[in-house]
């Protein structure tokens, strides 16, 4: 059965009413000052070597797409070129991580925007990535896990805690659903944002049943229903949205070696294509979800303005960082790959704080922060990623709920009105 409101333990809260708020947000805003200074050729290099690694892995992957899928290389390459490449470098740089030291590449409004050509040659993924800066850049970051954050997780996984099914039956679902997430979900989603919001820039009104139903999240085979069509515009999204993935990542390739090869090595290339989906889903799924779900978070039912004091005191208790690469005892590569795997989203707590730094700066925001939260008593979560999926699953099942912040704890002077389209 689904647990509908997490139990209160007493005194569970009690840790808010010793912060002293003020002094947590004069410390978190200098931290970010003093490495924003910092940044430079040093975190450009960086990002360009992880771009170089993406390169070659998906030019690995699609030159051995004709060969067995039983060799593993290929779907394995292209897997993890695909992960890295929007974990890594399109999230950081569509931040503005790096629009500070390359005014050109790698700045913000630049990197992968401006049509197909710029989306194929800098970040082809199943979302857009204009509607990727609306619904992650804006309403996630600035509403996070509260009510008009997209991306709260236990409201998106209620039809699954609520649906009347065997708990054992729910867990073996999920692989399923985590294994196609991006292009059933969130490509969707991501679009209907942009359109709301450019609708809302328009000066367009949307009837009440359309703004009520916008608020849960549209999953791909609902988008001809009445009111989701009008969320979806489902033509116009397969055209913009989908189009250029399908054709440029599946259908190209697999014409290329069907010209060259024949059936076998054709038939070979749609079996990669599907393994490394299927592997590229599971493996951001995995180091994306977990990063705001579990019991042990907060959600909120108020929203809070940016760079206050409670905003950052939000992003550390709703958020949740992994293992990091910065083990003195590894050597740097490992540590790199450490990071690099996680898409640097082992460092979510520092990101959600200052989301316009480069991926160093996170690695070296992280122990700092974490002694800051120590020193004010705001708890710092940070486990496994394999922790946290686990806790993430028990949401998703309804086996736990998230934590609701108390509002009488809440710094009334600190919260705004909603970010949702009215």
Same mark, same amino acid.
């Given at each position: 059965?689904?647990?509908?409101?997490?139990?209160?333990?007493?005194? /569970?809260?009690?840790?808010?009413?010793?912060?002293?708020?003020?002094?947590?947000?004069e410390e978190m805003e200098c931290l970010?000052?003093?490495?924003?200074?910092?940044?430079?050729?040093?975190?450009?290099?960086?990002?360009?070597?992880?771009?170089?690694?993406?390169?070659?892995?998906?030019?690995?992957?699609?030159?051995?797409?004709?060969?067995?899928?039983?060799?593993?290389?290929?779907?394995?390459?292209?897997?993890?070129?695909?992960?890295?490449?929007?974990?890594?470098?399109?999230?950081?740089?569509?931040?503005?991580?790096?629009?500070?030291?390359?005014?050109?590449?790698?700045?913000?409004?630049?990197?992968?925007?401006?049509?197909?050509?710029?989306?194929?040659?800098?970040?082809?993924?199943?979302?857009?990535? @204009?509607?990727?800066?609306?619904?992650?850049?804006?309403?996630?970051?600035?509403?996070?896990?509260?009510?008009?954050?997209?991306?709260?997780?236990?409201?998106?996984?209620?039809?699954?805690?609520?649906?009347?099914?065997?708990?054992?039956?729910?867990?073996?679902?999920?692989?399923?659903?985590?294994?196609?997430?991006?292009?059933?979900?969130?490509?969707?989603?991501?679009?209907?944002?942009?359109?709301?919001?450019?609708?809302?820039? @328009?000066?367009?009104?949307?009837?009440?049943?359309?703004?009520?139903?916008? @608020?849960?999240?549209?999953?791909?085979?609902?988008?001809?229903?009445?009111?989701?069509?009008?969320?979806?515009?489902?033509?116009?999204?397969?055209? /913009?949205?989908?189009?250029?993935?399908?054709?440029?990542?599946?259908?190209?390739?697999?014409?290329?070696?069907?010209?060259?090869?024949?059936?076998?090595?054709?038939?070979?290339?749609?079996?990669?294509?599907?393994?490394? @989906?299927?592997?590229?889903?599971?493996?951001?799924? *995995?180091? *994306?979800?977990?990063?705001?779900?579990?019991?042990?978070?907060?959600?909120y039912d108020t929203h809070v303005k940016?760079?206050?004091?409670?905003?950052?005191?939000?992003?550390?208790?709703?958020?949740?960082?992994?293992?990091?690469?910065?083990?003195?005892?590894?050597?740097? *590569?490992?540590?790199?790959?450490?990071?690099?795997?996680?898409?640097?989203?082992?460092?979510?707590i520092e990101h959600h704080c200052f989301?316009?730094?480069?991926?160093?700066?996170?690695?070296?925001?992280?122990?700092?922060?974490?002694? *800051?939260?120590?020193?004010?008593?705001?708890?710092?979560?940070?486990?496994?990623?394999?922790?946290?999926?686990?806790?993430?699953?028990?949401?998703?099942?309804?086996?736990?709920?998230?934590?609701?912040?108390?509002?009488?704890?809440?710094?009334?002077?600190?919260?705004?009105?909603?970010?949702?389209?009215?």
């Open positions: 059965m689904c647990k509908t409101t997490a139990e209160v333990a007493p005194g /569970r809260d009690d840790w808010v009413k010793k912060v002293d708020m003020e002094k947590f947000r970010g000052k003093k490495l924003r200074k910092e940044e430079g050729k040093k975190d450009i290099e960086h990002l360009r070597s992880l771009v170089n690694v993406c390169d070659a892995l998906l030019v690995i992957g699609l030159a051995m797409l004709g060969m067995s899928p039983s060799y593993v290389v290929s779907w394995m390459a292209l897997g993890i070129a695909i992960t890295v490449r929007w974990g890594s470098v399109a999230h950081h740089i569509s931040h503005g991580g790096y629009s500070r030291c390359d005014t050109t590449d790698y700045k913000r409004g630049n990197f992968a925007i401006g049509g197909t050509w710029a989306r194929c040659r800098d970040w082809l993924d199943w979302m857009l990535p @204009e509607a990727w800066d609306v619904e992650h850049n804006t309403l996630h970051h600035y509403c996070t896990n509260e009510i008009d954050d997209p991306d709260f997780p236990q409201r998106n996984f209620e039809p699954i805690r609520e649906i009347g099914l065997p708990i054992w039956v729910k867990w073996l679902l999920l692989p399923f659903g985590m294994m196609v997430w991006k292009w059933v979900y969130y490509a969707v989603n991501t679009w209907k944002h942009l359109l709301l919001q450019t609708a809302a820039k @328009e000066g367009k009104t949307f009837p009440k049943e359309v703004l009520e139903r916008a @608020e849960h999240p549209l999953l791909i085979y609902q988008i001809f229903g009445k009111i989701e069509y009008e969320l979806a515009k489902p033509w116009m999204m397969f055209w /913009r949205v989908f189009a250029p993935y399908v054709f440029f990542r599946m259908v190209l390739p697999v014409s290329f070696f069907a010209y060259v090869g024949g059936y076998e090595p054709a038939m070979n290339a749609v079996m990669n294509l599907c393994l490394a @989906e299927a592997w590229a889903n599971l493996h951001s799924f *995995i180091i *994306i979800v977990p990063n705001h779900a579990g019991d042990d978070l907060y959600h940016p760079n206050t004091a409670t905003f950052y005191m939000r992003q550390v208790v709703a958020s949740v960082d992994y293992h990091t690469g910065s083990n003195p005892a590894y050597p740097a *590569i490992v540590n790199e790959v450490i990071d690099a795997l996680q898409g640097y989203l082992n460092y979510q989301p316009n730094m480069s991926m160093v700066s996170y690695r070296k925001a992280q122990p700092i922060v974490k002694e *800051i939260c120590a020193r004010h008593g705001v708890p710092y979560v940070q486990q496994p990623v394999w922790t946290r999926l686990y806790k993430t699953c028990r949401v998703m099942v309804g086996s736990e709920t998230m934590r609701l912040f108390p509002r009488e704890l809440e710094v009334q002077s600190d919260l705004g009105k909603s970010m949702a389209v009215h």
